[in-house]
Every structure is written in structure tokens, then in C-alpha cells.
């Protein structure tokens, strides 16, 4: 199956700074790609859906401008978690879709566990 | 609104089987996906059933009926390793993921 990667695993940063987490698709281009955070014992939240080449779309109530995304190619999308606070420590997790593929699945990174001190 | 439903906990005994239910409610329909979730990993794709009936993958299978809006992820032969959260989600007509919160499952020896 197809395989996506996330960087980095987990992260420890202090409040007020920026953390980036990188994903990327390894074996297919993505043409849109899907972040979402949970929470511990809570399903998952889409945060914002990617477009290669495009502004990405934002779920109501996130805030694009303190979590950046940028995808830029077809195998890669960033997001950039601004001015972090404690509130922001959550798990990460990036999506992508392959457009060839059969079925409309998404195949999920491994996620990113983000610590604000 | 959109609302996914699936029970909160689920305990079974190893070896049994046990099937977890998921009703929905969307706007559109493109198909509706079982995700394992173990403890503090991403998810990982487990079924899709876009067409009413029954997907048979080995000990798992998943039932689909778009008329009444259910669809419930069937587990045989329990494992240990089967102990995760199960995800029941429906891709929208604007092919986006509907999440419902997961269904815990604890298996006992």
C-alpha cells in the first residue's frame, strides 16, 4: 500500500515559538493531502485540507494564520504550528490521497505528538 | 449537521466475536471506511464498503446498508493485539472524511 511519512515523531517546544512537521507522500503524488489533530481519548479533527499549488482550506474554527500550511509539491506539505502554547500540545496527524488508487482511502502518516512546555 | 454514531467502549473475550455498529447521517454519500487506531499511533485502514452488503478481509468483515444509514464492523477469531479503537468514517459528496469518535474495544483473555 501506499506510504506517507511524517517529521518529526515528537517534538518538545517551548511556548511562543514555531514547530514545522513535514509529510510527505513516498510512493504516489498527492494531490491534496488532509491535517488533523486529536486530542487523547478523542476521535479525530480535521484541521485543514491541502492542494498542491493552491491556499489550503480551513475547518471552521482553526485559525490559518497560526497554523500555516504549505504544499508545495506533490509529495510534500508542511504545517507550521506559530507562536505554540500549551493548549496547541496535541497529536498531529497528516493524510494523503492517491488519486490513482481504486478506492478513495487515505493513507495516514504516523502522526506527530507535539509537546508545548 | 453531519453525525457519525458508533458506541464509546466495546468488551469482549478472546477468541469470541464481537460487531461494532456506526449509523450516519451526511451530506452524500461516496463510501464509508472501518480505521484501527492503536494507542497513540495514526490510524490505519481496516475496510470500505461503498455498495449495501458485506466486504469479507479475513477475521474481519464489514456490512454496509446506505437505506438505513448503518453500517457495523464484524471482529472473529478476537486477538490480544485486536485491543484498539475502531473509526467509523463516511467520505461526503464533497469526498471528505466524516469522523465518528471511535469505538473502544477491550479484549479479555
Known amino acids: 500500500g501506499a506510504v506517507v511519512s511524517q517529521h518529526p515523531s515528537w517534538v518538545i517546544c517551548k511556548s511562543g515559538t514555531s514547530v514545522k512537521i513535514e509529510c510527505r507522500s513516498l510512493d504516489f503524488q498527492a494531490t491534496t493531502m488532509f491535517w488533523y489533530r486529536q486530542f487523547p481519548k478523542q476521535s479525530l479533527m480535521l484541521m485543514a485540507t491541502s492542494n498542491e499549488g493552491s491556499k489550503a482550506t480551513y475547518e471552521q474554527g482553526v485559525e490559518k494564520d497560526k497554523f500555516l500550511i504549505n504544499h508545495a509539491s506533490l509529495t510534500l506539505s508542511t504545517l507550521t504550528v506559530t507562536s505554540a502554547h500549551p493548549e496547541d500540545s496535541s497529536f498531529y496527524i497528516c493524510?494523503?490521497?492517491?488519486?490513482?488508487?481504486?478506492?478513495?482511502?487515505?493513507?495516514f502518516g504516523p502522526g506527530t505528538r507535539l509537546t508545548v512546555t | 449537521g453531519q453525525n457519525i454514531d458508533q458506541p464509546t467502549e466495546m468488551t469482549a473475550t478472546e477468541g469470541a466475536i464481537v460487531q461494532i455498529n456506526c449509523t450516519y447521517q451526511t451530506s452524500g454519500f461516496n463510501g464509508l471506511f472501518w480505521y484501527q487506531q492503536h494507542a497513540g499511533e495514526a490510524p490505519t485502514f481496516l475496510s470500505y464498503?461503498?455498495l449495501d452488503g458485506l466486504e469479507e478481509k479475513g477475521r474481519f468483515s464489514s456490512f454496509l446498508s446506505r437505506s438505513k444509514g448503518y453500517s457495523y464492523l464484524l471482529l472473529k477469531e478476537l486477538q490480544m493485539k485486536d485491543s484498539a479503537s475502531y473509526l467509523c468514517a463516511v467520505m461526503d459528496s464533497n469526498y471528505q472524511l466524516i469522523w465518528g469518535a471511535g469505538t473502544k474495544l477491550i479484549i479479555k483473555p
Open positions: 464498503n461503498v
Open positions: 493524510s494523503a490521497r492517491d488519486p490513482l488508487a481504486e478506492l478513495n482511502e487515505q493513507y
